[in-house]
């Protein structure tokens, strides 16, 4: 994590000495590889810290602060980047450093919970990648990032060129689905921490979901994708955890970094896929991304959802 956010605090100062565009996207790349050095690291110390009946909680945690800095770093960097663009890069730079303080601090590894056994490292096939209940959270990871791919690249365009909205008014919605999700995401992690079979969370909150792609793609005013916004952010929060906590508890002791760093990086060809992909259907009609999204996300939930469901049953057959 350290490494991680060392090397994203010297990136973020790089961008000050960067005109050509081609090498500020080169940049993107690198701290794309220095971010996956931090998120996967963190989401494992969840694991390795919390017993199993904590953890669905502890990602709802995790989730609602994540989504916290999603809300506030527009808002900082755009007060920030009133006295120059540099000053936002030099804020992303020092927040980083503050942060590797933070971990330096607060993370102690050998004062783990008393859960986490001294066994020696063992050597685990890489079989343990693709158990039954992992499978099922990589498709979800992979039909769940297509909507960063399509947000990264289209979604803003879509609300202001189609929708009307204006850059307030854009970033309202952008707030109004971070606010209830950082607010419902600790309690329904806790949810998905008593619930016997997590798979019913998923298939029913993920399935929630594609009517509300639906309804983006026939919408016709800003105001009605602000509100929607707002549901769409709840009823995520009511899923993720129960993905988390999915994945922490599916996870073999000593390879549970690369168990979240395989679910990171399908995630993020996920996030490929939507950018890449929505972007042609998107010049033929901006509704087409919206519809095609909806049917992706809905079979990536009932395939993902089936898989979760399928090995619950298994575990309580063996149990």
């Not at 199993?52 to 989504?67: P, R």
């Not at 809300?71 to 006295?83: C, K, Y």
């Given at each position: 994590?350290?490494?991680?956010?060392?090397?994203?605090?010297?990136?973020?100062l790089?961008?000050?000495?960067?005109?050509?565009?081609?090498l500020?996207?080169?940049?993107?790349f690198?701290?794309?590889?220095?971010?996956?050095?931090?998120?996967?690291?963190?989401?494992?110390?969840?694991?390795?810290?919390?017993?199993?009946?904590?953890?669905?909680?502890?990602?709802?945690?995790?989730?609602?602060?994540?989504?916290?800095?999603?809300?506030?770093?527009?808002?900082?960097?755009?007060?920030?980047?009133?006295?120059?663009?540099?000053?936002?890069?030099?804020?992303?730079?020092?927040?980083?450093?503050?942060?590797?303080?933070?971990?330096?601090?607060?993370?102690?590894?050998?004062?783990?919970?008393?859960?986490?056994?001294?066994?020696?490292?063992?050597?685990?096939?890489?079989?343990?990648?693709?158990?039954?209940?992992?499978i099922?959270?990589?498709?979800?990871?992979?039909g769940?990032?297509?909507?960063?791919?399509?947000?990264?690249t289209?979604?803003?365009?879509?609300?202001?060129?189609?929708?009307?909205?204006?850059?307030?008014?854009?970033?309202?919605?952008?707030?109004?689905?971070?606010?209830?999700?950082?607010?419902?995401?600790?309690?329904?992690g806790r949810?998905?921490?008593?619930?016997?079979?997590r798979?019913s969370?998923?298939?029913?909150?993920?399935?929630?979901?594609?009517?509300?792609?639906?309804?983006?793609?026939?919408a016709?005013?800003?105001?009605?994708?602000?509100?929607?916004?707002?549901?769409?952010?709840?009823?995520?929060?009511?899923?993720?955890?129960?993905?988390?906590?999915?994945?922490?508890?599916?996870?073999?002791?000593?390879?549970?970094?690369?168990?979240?760093?395989?679910?990171?990086?399908?995630?993020?060809?996920?996030?490929?896929?939507?950018?890449?992909?929505?972007?042609?259907?998107?010049?033929?009609?901006?509704?087409?991304?919206?519809?095609?999204?909806?049917?992706?996300?809905g079979?990536?939930?009932?395939?993902?959802?089936?898989?979760?469901?399928?090995?619950?049953?298994?575990?309580?057959?063996?149990?």
């Amino acid at each position: 994590m350290i490494v991680g956010l060392l090397a994203q605090a010297i990136l973020s100062l790089a961008y000050l000495f960067v005109s050509d565009p081609l090498l500020f996207v080169a940049l993107r790349f690198i701290e794309g590889m220095a971010a996956a050095a931090t998120l996967p690291s963190a989401r494992a110390l969840i694991a390795d810290t919390l017993p199993a009946e904590k953890q669905g909680e502890a990602y709802g945690v995790f989730n609602a602060f994540f989504n916290a800095g999603f809300l506030l770093g527009p808002g900082i960097g755009g007060l920030l980047a009133t006295t120059g663009y540099a000053s936002a890069f030099i804020g992303a730079a020092l927040f980083r450093l503050l942060a590797i303080l933070i971990v330096f601090l607060a993370i102690h590894p050998q004062k783990q919970s008393a859960h986490v056994t001294n066994q020696k490292t063992q050597k685990v096939s890489y079989k343990a990648l693709f158990i039954l209940p992992l499978i099922g959270a990589y498709i979800l990871a992979f039909g769940d990032y297509l909507y960063l791919g399509f947000d990264l690249t289209l979604m803003p365009l879509w609300m202001h060129d189609h929708l009307g909205a204006s850059v307030v008014v854009i970033g309202i919605a952008y707030m109004l689905w971070a606010i209830p999700n950082m607010l419902v995401s600790p309690i329904s992690g806790r949810l998905a921490d008593r619930v016997r079979r997590r798979s019913s969370i998923i298939l029913l909150c993920g399935l929630a979901q594609v009517p509300l792609y639906i309804t983006y793609g026939l919408a016709n005013t800003a105001i009605l994708v602000v509100v929607l916004f707002a549901i769409h952010g709840i009823v995520y929060a009511l899923m993720q955890p129960a993905v988390d906590a999915l994945v922490a508890s599916s996870s073999a002791s000593n390879m549970r970094a690369r168990v979240q760093g395989f679910y990171a990086t399908i995630g993020l060809i996920g996030a490929f896929v939507g950018a890449s992909g929505f972007s042609p259907l998107y010049s033929l009609n901006f509704r087409l991304p919206l519809f095609a999204m909806g049917i992706a996300f809905g079979t990536c939930v009932l395939i993902g959802g089936t898989f979760v469901r399928l090995s619950e049953s298994r575990k309580g057959t063996k149990g």
